[in-house]
């Protein structure tokens, strides 16, 4: 789903039923409090730090970390969203597209 290796998970029980997810792209964990209380099973989101990772485990929450490359993924629905909102308003953009620049500044090594 998340187009990566590998994904970061935590949660106290992986066999965890899950219903209702909350989703947030780049450094969210600073809001995994917020989406616990508004009901959510889970949280997708990224560069959640060590210390709240350990918050998240007290808490019983679930967190799906698959990395800052939150970004890559949301970006051809953001183009797609950007290109929908500049007819519907009359933008004067002359071009909408999803880059396709890999900006993550990591090595993975398995």
């Given at each position: 789903v ?26 969210g964990?600073?809001e ?37 490359h ?15 909102w500049?007819?519907?308003?009359n933008?004067?953009?002359?071009r ?15």
């Amino acid at each position: 789903v998340f187009d990566v290796a590998t994904v970061r998970v935590i949660a106290n029980d992986l066999e965890r039923p899950i219903q209702t997810i909350a989703v947030l792209g780049g450094d969210g964990g600073s809001e995994y409090p917020a989406t616990l209380a508004a009901g959510a099973d889970a949280y997708v989101t990224a560069d959640l730090y060590y210390h709240v990772g350990h918050d998240v485990l007290a808490d019983d929450f679930v967190v799906i970390d698959p990395d800052h490359h939150m970004e890559a993924i949301a970006k051809p629905k953001m183009a797609e969203l950007v290109q929908r909102w500049q007819v519907e308003n009359n933008w004067a953009l002359t071009r909408v597209f999803a880059s396709t620049v890999n900006t993550d500044p990591y090595t993975y090594i398995f």
